[in-house]
């Protein structure tokens, strides 16, 4: 029976990929997702599951890479810095399509930054950080409880397409407490899928790899791997409208998004009609749903977290830049609704 519990929400993902069948965790601390390996060393040991604190972040995805390559669930967290180092390795995971879930709760940036909550990681996660043609899955929860349902979700996507899924959290999300509904614990079906590493009796054994020398070998592949993502796109692509009834719309992703709903409510109250779209998959972005959607917003509003990064994605759905105002708030800082509310109040009064 599903369980309503009060949880941090590191501590509410960590639980929600247990539930979802994780075997494996593999992560070096750093803040501030450390709740999420704190949680995980105790409670993939008393599973019987394997927890593993690496000695870095490089080391932890590798580990991930080649556990992962056994076919079992498999899952690592880590925060803005830490998953640049992470980079190589997913990359290496994309190429070899191997599955798994990593968890990037981030910081402010770039480089070491420091501890707020940022929307600055967008394009490394939504354009690839790493060598290569290949494109990540990239889930951005406002909620925590949204954050439990997509990562508790986002194992079974990885193995259905075997590419690497990525929660986009922030701070914000991972340090609050709300109350979750936690979905029931299922395992992952025992049952050869053709590809993995699970040993080689009585059969041929198998590669699981990124390099391809043949000539024309790797061509083919990332053509594959180009297919496979519109595939995903097709199939997964994920949003929200928030309020139909609108001629302003506000788009804006994760913590940006859930403040937004206030001022969305607020404006109401100004006889303002305004809406929310909210990707929840930033990669891959749901473009056509939104040029759909601006097609009825005389003015529309980006708000991020950052200096503006989705800004190039809103752009491109809605192909009309006369429509778009952006508010960044970069730096490590929350928008308060105060912030978005008055940036609308100046566009609707020009």
């Known amino acids: 029976m599903a369980e309503k519990v009060l949880m941090k929400g590191n501590e509410a993902i960590a639980e929600a990929a247990v539930r979802a069948g994780v075997k494996g965790y ?35 995805i590798n580990m991930v890479y080649g556990a992962a390559a056994t076919g079992e669930r498999i899952m690592t967290t880590s925060s803005s810095p830490g998953i640049a180092l992470m980079q190589e390795g997913i990359s290496y995971m994309c190429g070899a399509e191997v599955p798994a879930v990593i968890v990037n709760i981030v910081r402010g940036g770039p480089g ?54 990525l929660i986009l959290g922030d701070g914000a999300i991972g340090q609050m407490a709300e109350t979750v ?4 614990f299922k395992e ?28 024309g070998e790797l061509k083919k592949h990332n053509w594959h791997l180009h297919e496979k993502f519109l595939e995903i796109a097709k199939n997964e692509t994920k949003y929200e409208i928030f309020s139909e009834d609108y001629d302003f719309l506000i ?6 998004a859930r403040v937004s709903k206030s001022v969305v409510k607020e404006l109401a109250k100004q006889n303002i009609k305004a809406g929310l779209f909210r990707p929840i998959t930033v990669s891959p972005f749901p473009y056509e749903a939104l040029k759909e959607a601006s097609k009825k917003a005389k003015k529309i509003l980006v708000a991020e977290m950052n200096t503006g990064q989705m800004l190039f994605d809103v752009r491109l759905a809605v192909q009309n830049d006369e ?7 970069p730096g490590g800082e ?17």
């Not at 803040?31 to 870095?56: D, H, I, W």
């Not at 009796?201 to 020398?213: I, N, Q, W």
């Open 323 to 329: 429509k778009i105002e952006f508010l960044g708030k």
């Open 112 to 165: 070491l930054g420091n501890i707020g909550p940022s929307q600055c990681d967008y394009n490394q996660s939504t354009r690839g950080g790493g060598n290569g043609d290949y494109h990540l899955i990239v889930y951005a929860p406002h909620t925590v409880q949204e954050a439990v349902d997509l990562t508790y979700e986002a194992f079974e996507v990885a193995e259905k397409y075997r590419n690497p899924v």
């Open 251 to 256: 788009v804006a992703f994760g913590t940006a």
């Open 26 to 60: 593999f992560g070096y601390p750093i803040t501030p997702q450390n709740e999420v390996t704190a949680y995980m060393s105790y409670r993939m040991p008393e599973l019987g599951r394997a927890f593993v604190q690496a000695e870095s972040e490089v080391a932890a």
């Open 188 to 215: 992952k079906p025992q049952k050869d899928e053709g590809w993995e590493l699970n040993g080689a009796k009585g059969r041929d054994g198998r590669s699981v790899k990124s390099l391809r020398l043949a000539e």
């Open 334 to 350: 929350v928008f308060s609704p105060k912030d978005i509310y008055e940036k609308a109040i100046e566009i609707f009064k020009k």
């Open 181 to 184: 509904t936690l979905p029931e």
